[in-house]
């Protein structure tokens, strides 16, 4: 029988196979090719090393950032909250007693860590990566098997260089079809979440396959990947083909040379044996999708933007009853309001989830031109300091403050709310992050995931919207602003 | 780490599913560098409420937590497991747990027992009817036990083991450092290193 792209990259980092002692079954051992570290779930494992005498094992194979607590403003400044600026400090004495390579804040390499691990190239095919963070799922895009890690785990691979996992189980999730436009990579992950629930992924690495992932660019595929998490599941991976090879080509990790050919060569075959066979598979039509967004207070509370929100009668489970009650008391929704009748304070358009440039290429395409719902602020994060470069060298820095949305620099900012970016009470965001939890971006502060094109358009008209609810760009506008435009209103 | 064969103490019934580790530890706490003195932080939000269950007698001395479906979902922060730990906790008993979330408790020595959510039904009754029911959590014969209502738990082998043995999980990999060594040897070449540094 075949094997899945998940259990070959499994296998191939086997550095002890678990034997079976007594009738229990030992994990595997796996060798770690990357891991990525940053200031909030690193200070112990650091500390636990020193405590005990141990090295780091591969500084070669490990590589740290700043994103968690650092600003977005003022970046030139002492941080001035006083907890997070020992935080960085600890990291940056950390690395620098370990042998760390660091990404500092100010540094164009520094963001949020699953941004910048793509952006250097380290990010590739096969590879088995970790860090103390749950949306190292992003990585799996390339088609590696990354998943996040607690602290002891973290300090486990800096003095040992590999991990003791359970074997996965495996789950396809097939997405054929053509999205429809409007349509995004975030919809995708976020249907996916609502059909097989919050826990639907535990105990499994999910494949993402099928014509319309193949369609999508590394980019989106990394949305996608970013939630498996959010659907329960460790890791979620893509199999590596030309648009990954064409994504790497040339970064400054990449591969070269004789090498390039050894690794493509190796990359290709790391896919899913046509006999192989999955131990859950899911299918979803992609032509079917339309935009989705969230209601509740865990991401798969969600519905298309076109429904309603729903209520605690429409659900079967009585633990699912409880938890919608519960997500509109918090979320100070009436069952049954159309979820285009929404209105929001704040549009946060950042996050591991889509803070790349093609997020906020797409975003600017709908907002040029038009103009800003007075009422609403809208943040515009960059997930790294690369990414910031590259979008004003395209002019969208301009698109976004013409808007009137906040231009800010690299980092995790309001999807966590660790830095002085968060939302007040009672405060309602469209955000394109990744979770809708109870406080997650500010305390009380209520969260409805989006993706980068609902939110822009939910920015011009304060309510709930995709671009297809949007008027026209009058001619003269549009002529000014350039006719850039991947997304039309339909 | 500590042994643990059983642990007996008072049940506390949290009837919630998706319990995320941003409720169990709101993000604010996660900038401290320590490793211990969470206790605080536990459910911080939420004991903001007179009436939350941990601010009640006597559950505010429990430490076995029964909880709902999807317990520890979301972030990856082991502080999480440090503030259960931290509070007094030794036991979460819920039908399913979150993967991160099972695996932390497993290093930190906090039972995560996956107990079938008709058990779990029949404890939270239990749990509310006599308040300061104590649940005893018999790691060796994997039950729980709770006035008379005795229901068994899964628990994945090696974790189990290594808790009884209170054994620390990088010194059992130290073991096979030859292991590690000998697969570094034969990897490909083409694999990337952070060092030096490209930009």
Not at chain 2, 35 to 51: C, I, P, Q, V, Y
Request: proline fraction near 5%; glycine fraction near 8%; aromatic fraction near 6%.
């Amino acid at each position: 029988m075949g094997k899945t792209l998940a259990e070959k990259v499994w296998e191939s980092h086997i550095v002890r196979k678990g034997e079976v002692v007594n009738g229990q079954a030992e994990p595997d051992l796996l060798y770690i090719d990357l891991h990525l570290v940053h200031e909030v779930t690193s200070p112990q494992a650091f500390e636990g090393l020193r405590l005990a005498g141990r090295k780091l094992r591969r500084p070669d194979l490990t590589i740290a950032t700043e994103d968690h607590n650092t600003p977005t403003i003022d970046i030139d400044k002492p941080i001035a909250d006083v907890t997070s600026r020992t935080q960085i400090e600890t990291l940056r004495a950390n690395c620098k007693e370990f042998g760390v390579r660091l990404h500092s804040l100010g540094d164009a390499q520094q963001g949020i860590v699953h941004i910048i691990g793509p952006q250097l190239g380290l990010t590739q095919p096969g590879l088995t990566v970790v860090c103390g963070d749950s949306h190292t799922s992003t990585h799996g895009a390339f088609g590696a098997l990354a998943m996040g890690i607690g602290t002891s785990e973290v300090e486990h691979v800096m003095a040992t260089q590999s991990l003791s996992l359970n074997p996965f189980k495996t789950m396809a999730i097939n997405v054929e079809g053509t999205l429809k436009p409007g349509v995004t990579s975030k919809d995708i992950i976020l249907a996916v979440i609502a059909k097989i629930g919050t826990g639907g992924g535990q105990g499994y690495v999910l494949e993402y396959r099928g014509s319309a992932i193949r369609a999508l660019s590394m980019d989106a595929r990394m949305t996608i990947c970013n939630m498996s998490i959010e659907a329960g599941a460790r890791a979620g991976m893509v199999a590596p083909d030309d648009t990954t090879f064409k994504y790497l080509k040339g970064r400054p990790h990449a591969p070269q040379g004789e090498d390039w050919d050894a690794a493509v060569e190796n990359w290709r075959t790391l896919r899913t044996d046509d006999d192989a066979v999955f131990d859950a598979e899911v299918f979803l039509d992609a032509d079917e999708l339309e935009p989705f967004v969230t209601w509740g207070t865990n991401p798969g509370q969600g519905v298309s933007l076109s429904q309603a929100v729903p209520s605690p009668d429409d659900f079967a489970d009585e633990n699912e009853k409880a938890a919608c009650s519960r997500a509109l008391e918090y979320m100070a929704l009436e069952a049954g309001t159309p979820m285009k009748d929404i209105r929001v304070d704040t549009v946060f358009l950042g996050s591991c989830t889509n803070s790349r440039v093609e997020d906020l290429r797409l975003a600017a395409d709908i907002i040029r031109g038009r103009q800003k719902d007075p009422d609403v602020r809208m943040m515009v994060v960059p997930g790294s300091a690369r990414v910031r470069l590259e979008a004003e060298a395209e002019g969208l820095d301009k698109v976004f403050k013409e808007f009137g949305a906040e231009w800010r620099f690299a980092g995790c900012s309001m999807c966590l709310g660790m830095n002085p970016d968060q939302l007040a009470p009672g405060e309602r965001c469209a955000s394109t992050s990744n979770r809708n939890f109870e406080g997650r971006q500010g305390k009380g502060g209520r969260t409805h995931l989006v993706s980068p094109v609902v939110a822009a358009a939910t920015a011009v008209r304060g309510t709930l919207s995709s671009p297809s609810d949007l008027d026209p760009v009058p001619p003269a506008a549009a002529d000014q602003a350039g006719n850039s435009s991947t997304i039309h209103a339909a | 780490m500590e042994k643990i064969t059983t642990h007996t103490g008072i049940g506390v019934p949290l009837r919630q599913s998706n319990v995320d580790t941003d409720q169990i530890i709101p993000a604010v706490y996660l900038k401290r560098i320590t490793r211990t003195g969470f206790e605080d932080a536990l459910f911080a939000a939420w004991r903001k409420d007179e009436n939350f269950i941990l601010n009640r007698e006597p559950f505010n001395h429990g430490s076995v937590l029964v909880a709902g479906p999807d317990f520890g979902t979301g972030s990856s922060r082991e502080h999480a497991v440090w503030a259960l730990k931290d509070f007094g906790f030794r036991a979460v008993l819920a039908s399913r747990f979150a993967d991160i979330f099972r695996g932390n408790s497993g290093k930190q020595g906090l039972v995560a027992a996956q107990v079938a959510q008709d058990d779990i039904e029949l404890i939270w009754k239990e749990l509310e009817n006599h308040p300061g029911t104590e649940i005893t959590v018999d790691l060796e014969a994997r039950l729980v036990t709770c006035g008379a209502i005795i229901a068994g738990f899964q628990i994945d082998d090696y974790t189990r083991w290594r808790l009884l043995e209170g054994l620390d999980d990088i010194g059992l990999t130290l073991r096979h450092e030859e292991a590690i060594t000998a697969y570094e040897a034969v990897r490909p070449s083409f694999k990337p290193t952070t060092l030096p540094a490209r930009t």
